[in-house]
């Protein structure tokens, strides 16, 4: 039988971008039987991987980067022309778009998102996997630095797992106090921006003091007793604000399912110094960023929205 898969897979010349995940291009495939030559595969490929000359799609042995897998070019395809395999992707991802009339209008988000508030008193009842898995699966859809993804997710399944990473990490957290200590900043000073001087002295500091206060009285004010939480990180590789985006997808996905949520920053920035805390919860020692997210059904039913204002916006 013939083979009606074209095949182009450039040897040499690249510079895949490289995530934890893999090394390598992704390969791009055209059927050249059913492509009616429209071009609009080669209009959203920003790598050059795909281009048009003369009317015809070819595969560009000279494109910018190499192809990421993206996958535009097979989702904008009207024909099904074309398939994307590698730097984990299959065939097999490309799915039923949903239609317009099962997508929410901006009425509908707008009001989810008016609706949602942070969340830190919570019933005392265990979130379903069913949920959480449906957290996951709204959270991953969203946009990400490189594809793959680089975000990894720590689930912490029940109270009792929350609260002991809580108490841990707050032991370790105690222990790192001695680096804040008015010496210490005196000698820093100099090379401090103010702002993180005055974040120090006025924030950091008092908050390890309330964690260790809190745990010594048997309370966890770090990730408030939830029955679940997810740690978003990424791995060194991928962007800073990488896992913060879907974190902040979960918390909708969670909210339009009736549950509350919270994200909790006061823990990334002091675990990237704790190696082997990190290395005893399987966290990546290159991971610097990321975003605790805790989850449970609410306990108290909010009454009002809150009007919020930016600190700027300005047209230019
Ligand atoms: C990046 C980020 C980090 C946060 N860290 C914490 C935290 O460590 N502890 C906490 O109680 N709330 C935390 N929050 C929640 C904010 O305090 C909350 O969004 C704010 O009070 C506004 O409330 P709202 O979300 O109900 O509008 C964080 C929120 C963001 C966006």
């Known amino acids: 039988m013939l083979n009606l898969w074209y095949y182009c897979i450039i040897e040499g010349g690249y510079m895949p971008i490289p ?5 390598e291009i992704a390969h791009v495939k055209i059927d050249y039987l059913s492509c009616n030559f429209c ?34 070019c097979a989702a904008v395809c009207p024909n099904g022309s074309i398939v994307v395999q590698g730097r984990e992707m299959t065939a097999e991802d490309f799915i039923r778009q949903p239609l317009k009339n099962e997508r929410s209008g901006y009425d509908e988000l707008y009001s989810l998102m008016l609706s949602r508030r942070s969340v830190r008193d919570f019933k005392d009842r265990p979130v379903e996997r069913e949920l959480i898995e449906k957290i996951l699966r709204a959270a991953v859809t969203s946009p990400m630095g490189i594809p793959p993804s680089d975000v990894g997710v720590l689930v912490f399944e029940s109270k009792d797992k929350v609260r002991k990473f ?93 549950l509350g949520s919270c994200m909790i920053g006061s823990i990334a920035p002091f675990l990237k110094y704790m190696k082997p805390f990190k290395k005893k919860y399987s966290l990546p020692p290159g991971s610097k960023d990321g975003i605790f997210v805790i989850f449970g059904h609410p306990k108290y039913k909010y009454r009002k929205a809150i009007k919020r204002s930016f600190a700027r916006v300005e047209y230019i």
């Open 19 to 23: 995530t934890s995940r893999t090394k």
């Open 39 to 72: 071009g609009l595969c080669a209009e959203v490929c920003k790598d050059f991987t795909l281009v048009m000359e003369s009317g015809v799609l070819v595969i560009n042995d000279h494109p910018i980067f190499g192809c990421l897998a993206c996958g535009q």
């Open 166 to 258: 809580s108490f841990e990490f707050i032991d370790e957290v105690v222990k790192m106090k001695k680096y804040f200590s008015p010496l210490v900043m005196t000698l820093l000073k100099p090379f401090m921006k103010k702002q993180d001087q005055e974040l120090t002295k006025d924030f950091l500091v008092p908050l390890i003091d309330l964690f260790g206060k809190s745990k010594a009285e048997d309370k966890n004010y770090l990730l408030y007793d939830a029955p679940l939480a997810m740690y978003f990180y990424n791995s060194g590789y991928a962007d800073p604000a990488d896992p913060l985006i879907p974190a902040t997808y979960a918390m909708l996905a969670a909210h339009s399912m009736g």
